[in-house]
């Protein structure tokens, strides 16, 4: 008689919606309305391969675009003496990535941007290590360059329909509304800027031996359930939430520490809007170093940061605590364990290193299921506003790039063919 009183207490008390966890029913299970299949086998090649060059692939409108994938193999050297590349190559080889859908305008993230934004987005660290690995293996002897599985890289396109994960993973982008292509434009980075070299090396490579674009498409079973078919896109507009807040093209800024490391920048550059998170990573530009060592993808974490706006704090930490942070509001750290190529004796070394970046989230933490959910959560709406961020580097006296990325919540607008972004 008493649990059936304590039982009752709480069942009247407490909200939420009753659900059956012994029986399926409505409440507790959900089923597809729409019968869908999905294929990959959509491949398009890059015009031009050499070091430098830009490329446009389109896919043209044809139901459901999900993710995209650039595989990229590297022509081979002569001998290979003398020469190196880090773990993740791949993602550094691309220098700009631009997208349109329709005729909408034309958007741009950078290569490092993609990388780090693909990274962010695994469900956990071994999902994120391999895609990493499978983004350029490390080459560090002239074997390995005879490798062509070792000069081939798988990179993963995050773009503003796609997500990496699986858990909340991104619905397809309905083309059907479309009457424009989407279309996706590739530059490639100088190859210098990522291939390490010595004094008496061999040339590196300038050009990629193959290049192609992968789509994985959604398509109904039946085209009669396609939106498009149903009503008059010309009349109706279909509105799509961004699975993720939209970045736009990460803005760099360049300082000097004090000689106790301090630093104290003004960020500029943030589009008007709802501003749900900012990611930020700090580089060294000595690590970049043409006809010398490149290690693109090693990320210094600061040893303390605040970040302001209209000079109200709204993240502040002292002795690193923001990893701390960083970790509790989601899967898996912001940080990635990379290889630093080094050149000692005659010979290359990779040493296991931490690339790690900050991410100052403004919007409450929302979890997600794996069914597609999109949640609006609101962050600070900016509007001409300061935004300020400071903090100390490990590092005093030492030149560092700041490189921010400013996350919006967005969705398109999809009418008369097109789908433009709304803010």
């Known amino acids: 008689m008493q649990s059936e009183i304590a039982l009752n207490v709480q069942q009247s008390i407490r909200p939420g919606e009753c659900i059956d966890t012994f029986y399926a029913g409505k409440e507790n299970s959900m089923k597809q309305c729409h019968a869908t299949v999905e294929d990959n086998r ?30 990229m193999t590297l022509a081979a050297p002569a001998t290979g003496v003398g020469l190196a590349l880090p773990v993740g190559w791949g993602y550094a080889l691309l220098r700009r990535i631009g997208y349109r859908y329709g005729s909408s ?49 798988y990179v993963y396109l995050r773009l ?32 210098t800027s990522v291939i390490s070299t010595v004094a008496g090396a ?30 008059d896109m010309s009349k109706h507009a279909l509105t799509i939430p961004l699975p993720e807040s939209w970045t736009q093209e990460t803005v760099q800024f360049p300082f000097v520490t004090g000689s106790d490391g301090t630093f104290s920048l003004s960020l500029t ?18 690590d970049v170093n043409p006809a010398g060592i490149c290690n693109p993808n090693l990320f210094y974490a600061p040893s303390s940061v605040q970040f302001a706006i209209n000079g109200l704090i709204y993240m502040a930490s002292n002795s690193a605590s923001y990893l701390l942070n960083n970790v509790l509001r989601r899967r898996t750290p912001p940080s990635i364990t990379t290889s630093l ?31 597609g959910e999109v949640a609006l959560i609101h962050g600070v709406p900016v509007m001409n506003s300061v935004l300020s961020l400071s903090g100390a580097m490990p590092i005093g006296n030492q030149t560092y790039n700041c490189i921010v990325e400013y996350n919006l919540n967005c969705s398109w607008m999809a009418s008369r063919g097109s789908a433009e972004f709304v803010f």
């Open 341 to 371: 190529v080094s050149y000692a004796n005659g010979a290359y070394a990779t040493t296991p290193v931490a690339s790690t970046w900050v991410e100052i989230d403004l919007a409450q933490p929302h979890a997600i299921g794996d069914t």
């Open 160 to 191: 503003p329909h796609s997500s990496p994960a699986l858990a909340g993973g991104a619905l397809p982008f309905p083309s059907d509304v479309l009457t424009a292509p989407v279309q996706l434009q590739i530059d490639l980075a100088d190859f």
């Open 105 to 153: 305008q034309l958007y741009y993230i950078t290569g490092q941007q993609n990388l780090v934004q693909t990274l962010s987005l695994c469900e956990d660290s071994g999902k994120k290590s391999q895609i990493l690995y499978l983004g350029g293996q490390a080459v560090t002897t002239p074997a390995d360059w005879t490798d062509v599985t070792k000069r081939t890289a």
């Open 202 to 231: 061999d040339t590196p490579p300038s050009a990629l031996s193959s290049g192609t674009v992968n789509f994985t498409q959604v398509t109904m079973q039946d085209a009669g359930d396609l939106i498009a078919r149903r009503f």
């Open 269 to 286: 550059g943030c589009k008007a809007g709802d501003l749900k998170k900012l990611r930020v990573w700090f580089t060294n530009p000595a």
């Open 42 to 71: 959509f491949f398009q090649g890059l015009q031009s391969l050499s070091s430098g060059s830009s490329s446009t692939v389109t896919f043209n409108p044809n139901e459901g675009l999900g993710e995209v994938i650039v595989t």
